[in-house]
Structures are given as structure tokens and as C-alpha cells.
């Protein structure tokens, strides 16, 4: 065997306008306009079961709100894809979401679609001669932020959401930037190899494993505000996320606690190992760990309308 190397330098990337994209705004839902109109709805489900949970949520993250509890919201790259940014977006700008951790497929799909107003490949298409995550835009804005967030100090979530905000086609389409607008923290906690940005030529991976640590323990910080009502929500996210939180949670009660008495919560359409132990069962303490099974493009508008009608 040869002791060749392959050249990375020479991985060819091409224009966001050339790709085919899956989901695009326009399929975005819209908040109504008096979410109240939906208690009826609400109010005519049974008291058993996942109806009960859903009410048990909005409660609390109602509850966490009114008394200034943190409520940290841990989205996958899936909920970036499914049209549910106006409701998250909306219940992050009257004070029900504190923080995001997001991770990396979160970052990259929610700034294309605040960027371009679409996302979404088709890896099918794409995978069989090479070209699968290599938008140039997206790979060299990214990579980008994330040199400048390690040399700054600054999130890499915080950029994005600023340069979405001024160059973005759809400004109101990303979380990221709307975030950026009402001054809620994100931060992004990347798995080396994971991203298809990890692809890219001017990847430096020194640089994601700066910034992540430093939005790591940023979110140790927004964890000690969980102690005594807040919240934790992780929603998509199989793995990265809820492995992120428990290590937050438990350095956090390390050298500072306590925190305990909170609720957390997992969205899904599939309840797995890894959220079910260390979001749902691990962590509480004195709370609750709520499971509420279910397609993100169905769950995200129900529990946010419930919550923004004060059903809670």
C-alpha cells in the first residue's frame, strides 16, 4: 500500500444556485393570528395520556416564563427542514425560549433557509459523484464565522444571524437571526465529521473546536438558570444534543449547584435511547421528564399555539 495522502486542498465545491433544493419558505407554516382560537381545540382533548403531557409542557414552560426560570430549547437539523421557525420563532421573542443549543445541521439548514430561502439537498442526487454539502456559499460563510468566533469570542450562531439579518433573502425564516435580533443566546455544538461544511477546503477544525467549547460552556452557564421551574426541551436531535446537556448539567452541578426541580422534554417521532436517558430519565431531579411522540411539523404548532394562547 502507498503512503499517498489524499489532497483535501483540491475538493471541488459548486454555486447554491446550481442545487436542487427539497424544502423551500413558502412551505413554512404561519402562527394564527389570535392563537386563542384554538382553546376550544384544546380544551374538547382528553385528560389522559400524550394530551395531558402537551398541557403539562405548555404549563411549564408558561410557568418557567412568569417566574424568570430558564427555558433552554435544543433543536436538531430536522426542525430547521420542516417549516416551524414562525412558531419557534415567535414564542423565542415573548420570553418563552432563553437559549438555543442548536447543533450543526441546525446551524447549516437554518441559515440557508434565512440566507438563500431554501435548503434541503438531495443526498441521493448529490452522493454518487461527490458533490453532496459542497455549496460553496454555505461551506465558505460558515467555516468563515467560525474562525472569526474563535479569534473574537463571540458565537458562530450570533455571525450567522447577523449576516443573515443583513443579506439574508428571508431574514424571518431563521431562528438564528431573530435570535440575533432579540438578544437570546445560541450556541452550536458540532461533532467533528458530522457537517457537510466538516467538508469543505477552508474547514479549520481547530477553529469549530474552539468555538464549540466555548458555546459549551456557555450553555453551563444558561444551565444553572434550569434550577427550581426552568426548562429544557430538546427537540430532533438523537444523539449530539442530549449527550451535550447531561455533561452541561452535571459539570454545572459539580462546582455550582444545585440545579434541580426543573422540566425537561423530548420531541420526536421516534423516542430514543439516548434522549430518553439523558434528557427525560438522568437528569430530573425533583421535576419532570416529559415524552411527546410525534411528527416536528404537527408538535411544534400545537405546543406552540397552546403556549401563546396562555393555555398554559
Known amino acids: 500500500m502507498g503512503d499517498e495522502k489524499p489532497d483535501f486542498t483540491n475538493v471541488k465545491t459548486y454555486p447554491f444556485a446550481e442545487r436542487e433544493n427539497l424544502v423551500t419558505v413558502d412551505m413554512f407554516g404561519r402562527v394564527p393570528d389570535d392563537p386563542a382560537a384554538l382553546l376550544p381545540f384544546y380544551e374538547s382533548l382528553p385528560d389522559v395520556l400524550a394530551a395531558r403531557d402537551l398541557r403539562k409542557l405548555a404549563a411549564a414552560i408558561t410557568s418557567a416564563r412568569d417566574r424568570s426560570r430558564g427555558i433552554i430549547l435544543s433543536p436538531g437539523g430536522h426542525v430547521a427542514k420542516v417549516g416551524v421557525t414562525p412558531y419557534l420563532g415567535a414564542l423565542l421573542e415573548k420570553g418563552f425560549i432563553t437559549h438555543v443549543a442548536c447543533n450543526g445541521a441546525f446551524l447549516i439548514h437554518d441559515y440557508e433557509l434565512g440566507r438563500f430561502g431554501a435548503t434541503s439537498e438531495d443526498v441521493a442526487a448529490t452522493l454518487p459523484d461527490g458533490r453532496f454539502g459542497l455549496c460553496e456559499e454555505t461551506g465558505a460563510a460558515l467555516n468563515e464565522f467560525a474562525v472569526k468566533a474563535a479569534a473574537d469570542g463571540v458565537s458562530v450562531a450570533q455571525l450567522a444571524g447577523e449576516d443573515i439579518a443583513a443579506n439574508g433573502t428571508h431574514p424571518d425564516a431563521s431562528l ?30 481547530a477553529a469549530w473546536g ?15 438558570t434550569l434550577n427550581d421551574g426552568g426548562v429544557f426541551v430538546n427537540v430532533g436531535s438523537a444523539v449530539v444534543m442530549p449527550e451535550v446537556f447531561v455533561k452541561a448539567l452535571n459539570l454545572v452541578r459539580n462546582v455550582a449547584p444545585p440545579v434541580d426541580g426543573f422540566t425537561t422534554a423530548n420531541l420526536d417521532f421516534i423516542q430514543h435511547y439516548r434522549p430518553r436517558q439523558n434528557v427525560l430519565s438522568r437528569p430530573v431531579s425533583g421535576g419532570d421528564g416529559i415524552a411527546v411522540t410525534g411528527h416536528h411539523e404537527i408538535m411544534i404548532p400545537l405546543l406552540a399555539c397552546l403556549v401563546l394562547a396562555g393555555a398554559g
Do not use: W, Y
Not at 438564528?176 to 474547514?203: E, F, K, S, W
Not at 474552539?210 to 444553572?224: G, I
Open 210 to 224: 474552539a468555538s464549540t467549547m466555548a458555546d459549551f460552556r456557555a450553555l453551563c452557564e444558561a444551565v444553572k
Open 176 to 205: 438564528l437571526a431573530r435570535a440575533a435580533a432579540a438578544d437570546v443566546p445560541v450556541t452550536v455544538h458540532v461533532c467533528l465529521g458530522a457537517d457537510v461544511i466538516h467538508q469543505h477546503p477552508v474547514c479549520n477544525g
